[in-house]
């Protein structure tokens, strides 16, 4: 009997050292397990934080750059452009039959009717686009600025969504030195118009424009808006208004300072920023788009826009978008279309979203 016990107690021994063993090897494996996700985690802060010493080869690195508790915000971007995709130019055009001769024969008459102050400037943006801009007083600071934004924002649909015209794009404004003017023009062009909600107007079917002066820099970034518009519906087609007016938005206030450097001006508040609507919401209420919630929803794509162009996600999702766009290019895309390929990339777009904006911005509400 003695034999049998000290064999058993032998067994029991082995046992508990086998049981010791994988208890040290579980906490062990989970110590590695917790310290891997937070150096991974602490990687990927890096492309968001200012002077990054290490150059990403995603295709934009953004950094915050803002000064604390100030309503004019700045996102900048650091990054190489990356090559152009060499597939060929998607060849399309719509039908405008039903609306062009009527807007290319009121345009003419509008032209007809400027004063003698107005002069024509017809600015060479590259082999693809030029604009015939008519304006009273403009100097030649304005024109080389307009021509150099103009020439930036064409090259990001080539180096980021690699999409070029097929044909030149010829594109016609008229700047109205006051409102009156302005409101007038309008209202010749859009039946029932209210004065007041809108600084810029662009026609399709006449590829014209027609752009409210306030100051230099409002007039700037209504031209670029404007002009956006009209490469959105050349390059790609018509587009669903969250996509359309948001990429007018980001592109319009993106200014180009320095070789590798991009700055997009927010000039919201932290309590606008707070009112941001939801992407769903955007996207299924294209009426609210022009009812009292104007300033809100424009605001609303801009972010929205900025936060997925910021990201190499983000641009894979806008050209998947804009890739389902250009294969029926005159036909808008349903909005559980748009939510289905967001959903795709960004599982929790909406909890995304609102740290990406609690990061860059309302984290320094204090």
């Given at each position: ?5 000290n064999?058993?107690s ?15 090897l ?10 891997f ?18 150059q990403?080869e995603?295709a ?5 750059s ?31 039959i ?20 107005f ?49 030149p794009?010829n ?31 662009y026609f ?13 820099q ?10 956006i ?11 669903p ?17 320095g070789?590798?450097?991009v700055?997009?001006d927010?000039?919201?508040t ?10 769903q ?15 809100r929803?424009y ?30 290019t005159?036909?808008l ?34």
């Amino acid at each position: 009997m003695p034999p049998a016990k000290n064999s058993q107690s032998h067994k029991m021994s082995r046992l508990l050292w086998v049981g010791v063993m994988i208890f040290v090897l579980v906490i062990g494996g989970w110590v590695i397990r917790t310290q891997f996700i937070e150096f991974k985690n602490s990687l990927n802060s890096l492309t968001f934080e200012i002077n990054s010493a290490q150059q990403t080869e995603k295709a934009e690195e953004i950094i915050v750059s803002e000064t604390k508790k100030q309503p004019n915000r700045n996102l900048v971007s650091r990054a190489a452009m990356p090559k152009t995709n060499s597939n060929a130019p998607i060849d399309y055009q719509c039908d405008t039959i039903d609306f062009a001769p009527a807007q290319q024969s009121q345009w003419q008459q509008q032209i007809e009717t400027l004063d003698a102050g107005f002069n024509a400037h017809n600015i060479v943006i590259n082999d693809d686009l030029t604009v015939t801009f008519y304006a009273k007083s403009i100097t030649p600071q304005f024109v080389k600025e307009l021509q150099e934004r103009l020439f930036y924002v064409y090259e990001l649909y080539g180096s980021h969504f690699s999409i070029r015209a097929k044909r030149p794009i010829n594109l016609k404004m008229i700047m109205l030195p006051d409102d009156t003017s302005y409101e007038l023009f309008a209202s010749m062009f859009i039946d029932n118009y209210v004065p007041g909600t809108s600084q810029g107007l662009y026609f399709h079917g006449s590829d014209s424009a027609f752009i409210q002066y306030k100051n230099e820099q409002q007039a700037m970034e209504t031209i670029l808006h404007e002009a956006i518009h009209a490469l959105n519906f050349h390059l790609i087609g018509v587009m669903p208004r969250a996509i359309n007016e948001g990429l007018a938005e980001l592109f319009s206030s993106m200014v180009k300072s320095g070789t590798n450097q991009v700055t997009i001006d927010f000039d919201e508040t932290n309590e606008q920023l707070k009112q941001v609507v939801d992407f769903q919401t955007i996207v299924n209420s294209e009426h609210q788009w022009d009812a009292n919630d104007t300033s809100r929803y424009y605001m609303s794509g801009k972010l929205w826009l900025t936060f997925f162009f910021m990201e190499e996600k983000g641009l894979q999702l806008l050209r998947a978008l804009l890739r389902e766009e250009q294969k029926e290019t005159c036909q808008l895309l349903e909005e559980d279309e748009v939510l289905a390929l967001v959903i795709d990339f960004y599982l929790n777009y909406e909890v995304d979203f609102k740290q990406w904006l609690n990061r860059h911005f309302l984290s320094e509400q204090g």
